[in-house]
């Protein structure tokens, strides 16, 4: 395990359908450390509209941005992984003026893989807006904190190439000093 100054504070980011709760899970339980799932920060409107297959507006998103940036900033002393699309810079920017630590893995693949993965699992967000979400999506600009991964290997694999990237990583990104 990396030894940090302090736990990391991870948004595991990207389109319905790449895997965000399994990283997620995957990260969190290497670090001991708490972890959330952006989809239950969702009011139940944005449930019912999502699974009706109508797009979330930037004004349904604020809200849920908001209480997950609440999240992170409440997990930044003991470390905290949540899973959230955060499409958007600007919705990535609402989550680091709240955790400003935090640090985004995203996550990117093939879009027939998502499509077949959205297909075969129980969720509310139908496959219907696949493209939606890929023409809102946004990939992080060379001045976020983070780096995209592809989502073909095993969860088990993406965490492990995420962390080395890490302990090689210029930057603060775990909260320690690489």
Known sequence: MIEVSLPPLVVVMGISGVGKSAIGHELADRFGIAYADGDDFHSEANIAKMASGTPLTDDD???????????LAD???????????????????????AAPRTVFLHLHGDHDLIRSRMEHRQ??????????QEKTLEFLQDDENGALYDIAPTPAAIVDTFLADANHHTTDILGGDS
């Not at 969720?123 to 939606?132: D, G, I, K, R, V």
Request: net charge neutral; aromatic share 12%; proline share 7%.
């Open 75 to 97: 997990h930044d002393a003991h470390g905290g992984v949540v899973s959230c699309s955060a499409l958007r810079r600007v919705y990535r920017d609402i989550l680091v003026a």
């Open 123 to 132: 969720h509310f967000m139908p496959p219907s807006l696949l493209e939606s």
């Open 61 to 71: 998103r604020w809200p849920w941005l908001d209480t997950i940036g609440a999240w």
